[in-house]
């Protein structure tokens, strides 16, 4: 149970964090926002993305017995890093690039694994 909790926060916090700092540079790094230019997206989206990050971040860290929230969360962050990596390969960005969002898809794989395993799932006393 103690393995199942800690590999649960870790990975949380790893996305968790990574979804602060991503926001944070889209409203404040100029590459950043030419990036965002690079894909094809206005700019009110990088700005609207950065503000969605920052609240799946809080409902994903703060302790919640809604497990259907933190399923939509999982669910949002699953198309928004899918939709990252579909972006940046039809631009034909550097496959690491692409492989990035793919990385944390499977974090949050894990972490929703983990998640279900211990909230979700009946456990045995």
Not at 1 to 19: E, F, Q, R
Not at 37 to 65: K, T
Not at 74 to 85: E, I, K, P, Q, R
Not at 116 to 121: E, G
Request: proline share 3%; hydrophobic share 50%.
């Amino acid at each position: 149970m103690k393995k199942d909790k800690l590999i649960y926060w870790a990975t949380t916090i790893v996305i968790g964090c990574s979804l602060l700092y991503s926001a944070l540079l889209y409203l404040t790094n100029d590459e950043m926002k030419q990036g965002f230019v690079h894909l094809g997206f206005p700019n009110y989206f990088r700005i609207e993305l950065a503000i969605c990050q920052m609240i799946a971040c809080w409902l994903l860290i703060m302790p919640s017995d809604n497990i259907y929230l933190k399923i939509t969360v999982y669910a949002g962050l699953f198309f928004t890093f899918g939709s990252a990596a579909i972006a940046h390969a039809c631009v034909g960005d550097s496959i690491s690039t692409v492989l990035m969002p793919l990385f944390y898809v499977v974090l949050l794989l894990i972490s929703l694994t983990f998640y279900a395993k211990l909230r979700i799932l009946p456990t045995e006393q």
